[in-house]
Antibody, heavy 119, light 106 residues
């Protein structure tokens, strides 16, 4: 059974940093691209970032480019996103999701972790 | 960037109704389109990929169609479990979601 479990969310002040993790199990982690998608309270889904299975290719939404860094540790079956210079508009539930490749839909999703940026 | 526009934003319907949601892309995306269902407090769930391919385990009352810039999601006979928000997503060039369509009880 595929499982994706996000962690690391919490309350952070504007300008602060946070690192989210997504622990994966039930599939061949290194064979799948992984993505982060966020959802602000009461709003729709917004793609944030994607990383290839090898970690050699990364992609970012314009809204987070230069502030977020996605990475993965295939030996630990874990996906990360390092977030710096956080803004109030980054407040959202952050989901990780897997996909068979870079030009694919998102197959399985984690349950999400809430990031709140507020003073 | 490819923009995705869904209509309507909200849809009121009754159990047993046939429901259609439309998704339009700002440029051609061939058939690289997926549909997701999301219930409050839950993660999105994949329903349809490649415009019309039904994900395993998804009831056959869900169907998708379209190519190029116009796509539809149809629920042939709305069931109580189907009241939720639906999102389209293009994956032709990066990834973009529509703004969502909330299907509520009439």
């Amino acid at each position: 059974e595929v499982q994706l479990l996000e962690s690391g969310g919490g309350l952070v002040q504007p300008g602060g940093s946070l690192r989210l993790s997504c622990a994966a199990s039930g599939f061949s982690f290194s064979s799948y691209a992984m993505s982060w998608v966020r959802q602000a309270p009461g709003k729709g889904l917004e793609w944030v970032s994607t990383i290839s299975g090898s970690g050699g290719s990364t992609y970012y939404a314009d809204s987070v480019k230069g502030r977020f860094t996605v990475s993965r540790d295939n030996s630990k079956n874990t996906l990360y996103v390092q977030m710096i210079s956080l803004r109030a508009e980054d407040t959202a539930v952050y989901y990780c999701a897997n996909s068979w490749g870079l030009q694919y839909y998102f197959d399985y999703w984690g349950q999400g972790t809430l990031v709140t940026v507020s003073s | 960037d490819i923009q995705m526009t869904q209509s309507p934003s909200t849809l009121s319907a009754s159990v047993g109704d046939r429901v259609t949601i439309t998704c339009r892309a700002s440029q051609s995306i061939s058939n690289w389109l997926a549909w997701y269902q999301q219930k409050p407090g839950k993660a999105p769930k994949l329903l349809i990929y490649k415009s019309s391919s039904l994900e395993s385990g998804v009831p056959s009352r869900f169907s998708g169609s379209g190519s190029g810039t116009e796509f539809t999601l149809t629920i042939s006979s709305l069931q109580p479990d189907d009241f939720a928000t639906y999102y389209c997503q293009q994956y032709n060039s990066y990834w973009t979601f529509g703004q969502g369509t909330k299907v509520e009880i009439k």
